[in-house]
């Protein structure tokens, strides 16, 4: 399966062009310098999205990178704990057009006789690992032949996504993210997987998390599923909101990822994205906030209950909605009509596992 999309739009490609060239101009000269590991991890983060979607770039949009990619063996070198930054950098820019001497091979090589993958703790460490190396055709875990089954049993466990858990949200969309090379084979996910994506989407919905829907959203649509219309268009209108300020004092911790995963998420469904004009100095990314999410008043009541408090959402449900404000009942309201699976969701989402010991 091949899921590659493209951000060109044939009437926009030029205003396009124009807004991706300053915004990787931003990030890689105005934003932070290239010794704080922040700018590794933002800069890598751009080059993903701008690589997984094929991008159309201008001439010279890759230049102001032009010195990293002549120092990034030097630079690894010195920094090997970051060589997944290091390498992402490098081989999406080889990828993207720069540097046709093709070093993110030769760099790819030395980290596996280094043994970097070796050092990694988690599962999810090892896969992005594996993932990167692979695009130059070494396998750093042909030696773990278990990994992608660890990797789909966590996936598949869904009662841990029906609770309020982002690590392990974030955890589930990049194991869709790597089995699936970012969009470009089917990561066969199986059924439990899928509604895994599902209870977490609906928990990031009833938070009014942009940065984590907007992940799920791509995953879904890497495994080959379309996401609920009603989250993609929460989505759309949520990124037309964010605020781009051009200020050379201006703090950059901002929604920056917020800001390239919503766009992302936009651009995977086949809508306009990133079509926010900014220039290629510093500049700040804000998300306008909207009401107070409904998330945690609905886990406040649930805990009030205590045992009084049931896995069926037909009967919780007026208690539930009792508990928020005319707000939140809207948002609760449109996650219920977002999935067919809110009832099953909520009886993991009720945490009543314990009531037999009571």
Same mark, same amino acid.
């Given at each position: ?21 300053g ?19 933002e800069?890598a ?18 230049d ?97 996504f ?8 974030y ?21 439990? +997987? ?5 209870? +977490? ?8 998390? +942009? ?6 959203c ?77 998330l ?28 928020l ?32 010991l009571?």
């Open positions: 399966m091949s899921n590659v999309i493209t951000l060109n739009v044939p009437s926009r490609r030029r205003g396009l062009g124009q807004r991706i060239s915004m990787i101009e931003s990030f890689a000269h105005a934003r932070r310098t290239g010794d704080d590991v922040f700018w590794l991890k800069n983060e751009l080059l993903n999205i701008l690589e997984c979607t094929g991008t159309p770039l201008e001439d010279g949009a890759l102001p990178h032009r010195g990293y990619l002549q120092q990034v063996a030097r630079r690894l070198e010195f920094f090997p704990q970051y060589y997944r930054f290091l390498l992402s950098i490098c081989l999406d820019l080889e990828d993207l057009g720069m540097g046709a001497e093709g070093i993110g091979e030769d760099l790819v090589i030395w980290a596996d006789r280094a043994g970097l993958p070796q050092a990694e703790l988690s599962d999810l460490q090892r896969a992005e690992a594996r993932r990167l190396m692979l695009r130059r055709g070494v396998n750093p875990m042909a030696h773990d032949a278990g990994l992608d089954d660890r990797l789909r049993a966590f996936i598949g466990r869904t009662h841990t029906a609770m309020p858990n982002k690590k392990a949200a955890e589930l969309t990049h194991i869709v993210f790597y089995l699936s090379e970012y969009g470009r084979r089917d990561p066969e996910l199986d059924g439990a +997987a899928i509604t895994s994506l599902e209870y +977490a989407g609906l928990l990031a919905f009833l938070d009014q998390n +942009a940065d984590l829907l907007a992940e799920i791509v995953a879904l649509r890497y495994a080959g599923r379309t996401p609920s219309q009603i989250w993609e268009n929460w989505l759309e209108r949520e990124t037309a909101l964010f605020s781009i300020a051009e200020d050379d004092t201006a703090s950059v911790n901002d929604d920056y990822h917020e800001f390239f995963v919503s766009n992302w998420a936009l651009a995977v469904a086949g809508r306009p994205a990133f079509g926010k004009a900014m220039g290629p100095g510093r500049v700040r990314f804000d998300r306008a906030r909207g009401v107070a999410s409904p945690r008043d609905m886990s406040e009541c649930m805990f009030r209950l205590d045992l009084a408090r049931q896995a069926d959402w037909q009967v919780m449900r007026p208690h539930v909605q009792n508990a404000s005319d707000e939140g009942h809207e948002i609760l309201s449109e996650a219920e009509a977002s999935s067919d699976k809110f009832d099953s969701f909520f009886a993991g989402f009720a945490r009543t596992g314990l009531r037999g009571q």
